[in-house]
């Protein structure tokens, strides 16, 4: 259920401009309790409000990482909770965004277990960078 990034994304480096973007989309039989953990890992962030390509997003933000989470339906049907995951850092700084996705999504899965929660499934997708619009 762990995320690492292994291979580079894209044909070019991540700009200072842009945020690298991982999905995750959590299957549970208690999304209540999954969606708990992840306003706990994320209270201290501030809300924003942006458009993306025309469309309003909203979630919360450190300034270099951001997190938007939605309720969703995955392939099969089943309902989850969809997570996405924005960071900002180019390579060779410290940290650098795959460094910030890596931590979060290891500190959200360290996070369900450490509290017990049963997680039935986690898929990561992996998406190109994107402009930051803030």
């Known amino acids: 259920m762990r995320w690492k990034k ?9 700009g200072a401009d842009e945020w690298a973007v991982l999905q995750a989309e959590i299957v549970s039989g208690d999304l209540i309790s999954v969606d708990d953990a992840v306003e ?12 993306l390509d025309g469309a309003p997003v909203v ?28 960071a900002a850092g180019v390579a060779g700084t410290r940290p650098d ?13 360290d ?8 997680v039935d499934s986690i898929s990561w997708t992996e998406s190109g960078p994107i402009k930051r619009p803030f």
């Open 59 to 86: 979630g919360v933000t450190d300034g270099q990482l951001s997190v938007v989470k939605e309720q969703s339906t995955d392939a099969r049907g089943r309902r989850s909770l969809a997570l996405t995951f924005y």
């Open 97 to 109: 965004a795959f460094a910030r996705l890596n931590s979060a999504a290891s500190a959200l899965v």
């Open 111 to 118: 996070y369900l277990n450490a509290e017990g929660i049963s």
């Open 6 to 14: 292994r291979a580079a994304w894209g044909g070019r480096p991540l």
């Open 40 to 51: 706990e890992l994320t209270g201290f962030m501030d809300p924003f409000r942006e458009d």
